[in-house]
């Protein structure tokens, strides 16, 4: 079965200060993958996917993720943190015909200044 | 603008009561979702539906119904058989064109909490 792993619970870091939050996947077929941020009380918002090409995609908000397959990984980066990131993010892998998404438990972070 | 309403954004119940949450959205998306989040839980998939009039059983289905009667709406149930129905309910939706993977959209959430 297919299952995604946030290591992190929780992260701080200090406002401009580079950020990584890491997210290992487990499926059998080609994956794709998310990363969504979610403020508190409030809905998800999509940063980036990964569906093919490029191992290293772009997101909003100055993101990235970079897709190992070796690895299973497709970790979240930002090279400087604002403390308006403080948030809770979530990666996601995209499974079977009816697009279901398998959620890690997510990472809060947390930005000091 | 488009997007995904879900109303009310706070929901109490005394416990033994069903209470209906609603979705609504208005992105022209053929499929719609309900997830549940608990703390340190991530998010579990309830119920989904690809087209109007029929939808599927997800991860934890069990103390939940829903109906697709209309494109645009997809009202979540919790039933009083829900043993642990205090949560943070999301609806989601997406496109669902064949051969293209298709991101999900998220509301903004109901809280709801059942004493």
């Not at chain 1, 995604?4 to 929780?10: A, E, L, N, W």
């Not at chain 2, 579990?44 to 599927?56: A, E, G, M, P």
């Not at chain 2, 645009?72 to 009083?80: C, G, I, K, R």
Request: hydrophobic share 30%; net charge positive; aromatic share 12%.
């Amino acid at each position: 079965a297919q299952s995604v792993t946030q290591p992190d619970i929780h992260i701080t870091v200090s406002e401009g200060a580079s950020l990584e939050l890491r997210c290992n996947y487990s499926y059998g077929a080609t994956p794709y993958l998310f990363w969504y941020v979610q403020s508190p009380g409030q809905g998800l918002q999509l940063l980036l996917k990964y569906f093919s090409g490029d191992t290293l995609v772009q997101g909003i908000k100055g993101f990235e993720a970079e897709f190992k397959r070796s690895q299973s990984s497709f970790n979240l980066r930002k090279p400087s943190v604002h403390w308006s990131d403080a948030a809770e993010y979530f990666c996601a892998l995209l499974t079977g015909t009816a697009s279901k998404l398998t959620f890690g438990t997510g990472t809060r972070l947390q930005v000091t200044l | 603008d488009g997007g995904i309403t879900q109303s009310p954004k706070y929901l109490f119940r005394k416990e033994g009561q069903n209470v209906t949450l609603s979705c609504e959205q208005n992105l022209n998306h053929d499929a719609m979702y309900w997830y549940r989040q608990d703390p340190g839980q991530g998010l579990r998939l309830i119920y989904y539906s690809q087209i109007v009039n029929d939808f599927q059983k997800g991860d934890i289905a069990e103390g939940y119904s829903v109906s697709r009667e209309k494109k645009e709406s997809f009202p979540l149930t919790v039933t009083s058989a829900q043993k642990n129905p205090t949560a943070f309910y999301l609806c989601a939706s997406s496109r669902r064109l064949a051969g293209i993977v298709n991101e999900q959209y998220f509301g903004p959430g109901t809280r709801l909490t059942v004493t």
